[in-house]
Nanobody
Framework: QVQVVESGGGLVQAGGSLRLSCAAS????????MGWFRQAPGKEREFVAA????????YYSASVKGRFTISRDNAKNMVYLQMNSLKPEDTAVYYC???????????????????WGKGTLVTVSS
């Protein structure tokens, strides 16, 4: 199994920045990719970004591309989400997830990820 723990959420003003961290532990050698998702109140969980564990390829949703950056530190088993130019509509609980199914393509569906953290709340005030 893989354990995933997010941190770094908080309250920030619109236009500001925040960096989320995700610590992976356990059978991390089985991880092929890591993803960030978010869920706003009353809405479904949606894809934000993903990164390949082996070669660092990245994939972003259209709503965050150019503002958010996903990165990883394999030595520390960490994944990060740098969020810039934040907007009130970015307010959500942000989840980190691990994909252990071997695939070259980076996945964006909730059901394609196998292990999830409990989330960290990001609130962007206007």
């Amino acid at each position: 199994q893989v354990q995933v723990v997010e941190s770094g959420g908080g309250l920030v003003q619109a236009g500001g920045s925040l960096r989320l961290s995700c610590a992976a532990s356990g059978r991390t050698f089985s991880v092929y990719a890591m993803g960030w998702f978010r869920q706003a109140p009353g809405k479904e969980r949606e894809f934000v970004a993903a990164i390949s564990w082996s070669d660092g390829r990245t994939y972003y949703s259209a709503s965050v591309k150019g503002r958010f950056t996903i990165s990883r530190d394999n030595a520390k088993n960490m994944v990060y989400l740098q969020m810039n130019s934040l907007k009130p509509e970015d307010t959500a609980v942000y989840y980190c997830a691990a994909d252990i199914v071997r695939s070259y393509a980076l996945q964006s569906r909730v059901e394609d990820y196998d292990y999830w953290g409990k989330g960290t709340l990001v609130t962007v005030s206007s």
